[in-house]
């Protein structure tokens, strides 16, 4: 926004038939317009409303805008002329254009009223909420109520139609008047719906054509004012008068919050009244050139907007104001100082004596066509004036004493006066210093110690040191000599233009261009824009009433309390900028003589400048609520996103964030400061100066709250925030389902790693078990077996007779058999361990061979049965199968003591069996399975037919004999490598 900075007086010139008396008694104020090139639709400025929420509604002839103090934002559903407006208390505005009907804004929602819902004129001039609540519209052509979503027309037939209304107004009493083409008013009980009858009708002094209201306004003590078309109204005793002195058409009027009664007008400028005294016309000079006045609206700071066909102006009140000095020229200095009693002496191109706030030229006798540079009044009362290279002259009772270079002064160019607690009078010149005590002249230069020649300000402070700034540095008098200390060390290249001890006891220095130096009891600190100050080159230092300490600068006044020297908790120093009014616009104040300013004895401050002499009537800042901070802007990767949340939330590729902010503060905006922070990544808060955007770049994951703060650098202990909660969602491979879910995967795959490790162990241990098993049956029915039949042979023979010799030899040689076969059966078997099976010839002639083997070994009767078709096994299955049976049948023959035993084999498609059957003395099974760690032929054959997953069987009952069964499934008995080389 560009906006003109200038200022306005209601003094100094600039009034037109004000009499002197009232000078003092009305307020200045200093004048900010904004224009189409700062954001206004039109210049010509109809309405001005302040909502609820703070922002200014302007209504012009092109549209209307919403203000935030910066910012003009577009009202977008009025593109027409608005002419008038209401906020209402529940935060809303209403809009009445001209031609376009009536606009209700509420929370975003935009409700329009023309001829649809019942307002038949589309003019609308006057909008009212009563204090029922009920919104009162006056229009070209009728008076309208509005109820819910409709428009009802008032019926004032009564009165003669049509009937146009361009004011309305409730009074103090609840009564509604309604102006314009005629002055009703309606009683209280009107507004909700009572009878007719109760409206009153007023007449106005004047022909018709001067009667139409324009406006309407009850002042405070009551009395009703109505502005027409020929000029103001009062209401006297019943009947209304014509005020005098105002001419043209009043079109708005306004009494603002400090009892002053504004009244606009259309081409003859702004009138102004204070309680009883007249009002005094502002002219379109005083003014800028405004003469029509449109409207006028006090916000709730108490700045007076002006709206006008020339643009928008805010009135703001100064505390400032200029004292002129009548006939001065521009000089290149001047300087001021406290008199005797109330009154100062200012030095310019002449000296002037300000008393009761009027300058006046004064000439002292025996000093005509001396060029004076300042004035000094003593303890003693006398006076002495320093002159521009005429030296010193001193006013006493016996005359003027003249004090002149080189004998008696050091240069004749003075700078300053001082009076050290002992009397000694210090003189600063353009070379050097000069005490002068009594009669005793002394000077010092820089050969004496002093930092420059160049001298610009003194001090003597409560330990009676006297301290001089110079153009280079500062030096320090202590008991009659110039010493050195860190403060003069530190300071040795700055130019020091002021000095000031304050009540605190603290040193200040004021440097030309880098700020001030405040020194302590502990330390030296320095104090520049940085930490708040207004400016960097520094006039003059002042202490006023309420330890405000005063700054002067080269176009600046600013203040700051005493008991915040340093900073604020908030990092700012709460300094307070004046604005200067219109007859000090462009205005410069002087420094480098010395006094540059001083404090009178009412406490009012003043300062020397281009415009005359500056006086602060009041230091201290209003009381005012802190600027209200809102979020404008929300960027995320380069799309704006909607600032009207409180809960954002933004997808995991956020690569940069910004934020913008902005204050809502009518006020001036220079001194506004923020801060902010985004809880959950910035450790402390960040320092935002005056700028507005916050930006974050690669932000992680999480859940983050943004807080921003707003304050005025004069009063940073008084502030606003806002916060806007931010939720990043984060990659889903690093949300916590998945993180979760693969730490149970991970689990899982751990479990499922050891749990298959651990089968895999098992299943080797089971091998390692298995292939013992395996090995111990092959042993028992190989090994074993043979040897125990090759025993039986060798136990037959030695009981034979030895003359028995044919059958001990068959017996040999039977045993001899015995041992071939069983080492044949223990190398298949190791066979069967390492290499695949292949197709063995028929099961049933192994079994055969089996039955005739242990019938000859054993002398048992072995008879062997087979059914069904023949199929050939694989060589492993053949063997299991031949193992079981050989067991049973040698179990039977040797444990049995059978007559028989029997073979049965029945060969099926699907299965094969098994039975070997005997008639033997048989067994307890149940005794058999509990001694079954002794007896491994049981065991061994039903793990190998298990192995072969099949069925086994055993039957036995003491004298009845013994049953071995073996069932299995053609399936499991194809050919294949055996399980105990896959396990190898």
Known sequence: MRTCLTAFALTGGLLCNLHAANLKQLPQFTRTAWRVQDGLPENTVQAIQQASAGYLWIGTTGGGARFDGARMTPISVVDGSIFSMAATRDGSIWLGTEGSGLFHLHHGVTTPFSAAQGLTDGFVRAILEDRNGRIWVGTDNGLFWIEGDRARQVDTAQFGNPLSVHALMEDSSGRVWVGGSKLLVFGP????????????????????????????????????????????????????????????????????????????????????????????????????????????????????????????????????????????????????????????????????????????PFTFPGLAGVTIRNIFRDRAGTLWFGTDGGGVYHETVSGLVHFLAPSRLVNNFVRGFLESSDGTIWIATDEGVSRIRGETVENLRMSDGLAYFSTRSLLEDKDGDIWIGTERGLSRWHRGRFVQDSTTVALQHEKIWSLLETSDGSLWFGTRDHGVYRKTASHLEHLSVSQGLASDRIYQLLEGPGKRVWLSGPSVLSSFLLNQPNSTSEGHLASTVYELPESASGT?????????????????????????????????????????????????????????????????????????????????????????????????????????????????????????????????????????????????????????????????????????????????????????????????????QGCTGVSALLEAMSSLESANQPLRDDLLNHARAQVRSTIDEARQAVWNLRHNTQLCEDLPVRLQRLAAQVQQDLSTEVICNTDGPNIPLGDFAARELLMVVREAVYNAAIHGTPTQVAISLLSLPESISIEVRDDGIGFQPDLSAARAGLHYGIAGMRERVERMKGEFTLASEMGKGTTVRAAIRRVHLTPRRSQDAESL
């Open 189 to 360: 009980s009107l507004s909700t719906g009572a009878p007719q009858g109760r409206i009153v009708q007023h007449t106005l002094p004047g022909a018709f054509s001067e009667n139409r209201i324009k406006c309407m306004l009850e002042a405070r003590d009551h009395t009703i004012w109505i502005g027409t078309v020929g000029g103001l109204d009062r209401l006297v005793e019943g009947n209304f008068v014509r005020v005098p002195g105002i001419v043209g058409t009043v079109r708005t009027m306004l009494q603002t919050s400090d009892g002053l009664f504004w009244v606009g007008t259309i081409g003859h400028g702004l009138y102004v009244r204070r309680q009883e005294d007249a009002f005094t016309r502002i002219g379109g000079e005083g003014l800028g050139g405004i003469n029509t006045v449109l409207a006028l609206f006090e916000d709730d700071s108490q700045q007076l907007w002006i709206g006008s066909q020339d643009g928008l102006f805010r009135m703001r009140r100064t505390p400032i104001r200029i004292i002129p000095l009548p006939g001065d020229t521009a000089p290149d200095f001047a300087t001021i100082s406290n008199d005797q009693g109330n009154s100062l002496w200012v030095v310019s191109s002449q000296v002037f004596h300000i008393q009761d706030g009027v300058a006046r």
């Open 588 to 784: 410069q104040m002087y420094g480098g003589r010395q006094p540059s300013g001083v404090v009178d004895p009412q406490g009012n401050v003043w300062f020397p400048s281009t415009r005359g002499a500056v006086e602060a009537i009041d230091g201290r800042s209003a009381n005012q609520r802190p600027p209200r901070i809102e979020i404008t802007g929300i960027v995320a990767n380069g799309q704006p996103l909607d600032t009207r949340t409180t809960d954002l939330v933004l997808p995991p590729s956020l690569s940069r964030l910004e934020i913008s902010f902005a204050p809502l503060l009518l006020r001036p905006q220079a001194g506004v400061r923020f801060r902010y922070r985004l809880e959950g990544f910035d450790p402390e808060w960040i320092d935002g100066g005056p700028g507005r955007l916050a930006a974050y770049t690669s932000l992680p994951a999480g859940s983050y709250r943004f807080r921003v703060q707003v304050f005025e650098a004069n009063a940073p202990d008084r502030l606003s925030e806002t916060a806007l909660a931010i939720r990043i969602h984060p990659h889903f491979y690093k949300t916590p389902w998945f993180v979760g879910a693969c730490l149970i995967a991970s689990g899982l795959l751990a479990w499922g790693i050891y749990e298959g490790r651990l089968r895999q162990i098992r299943l080797r241990f089971a091998a390692v078990i298995e292939e013992r098993s395996r090995l111990a049956r092959e042993m028992h029915d190989t090994v074993i």
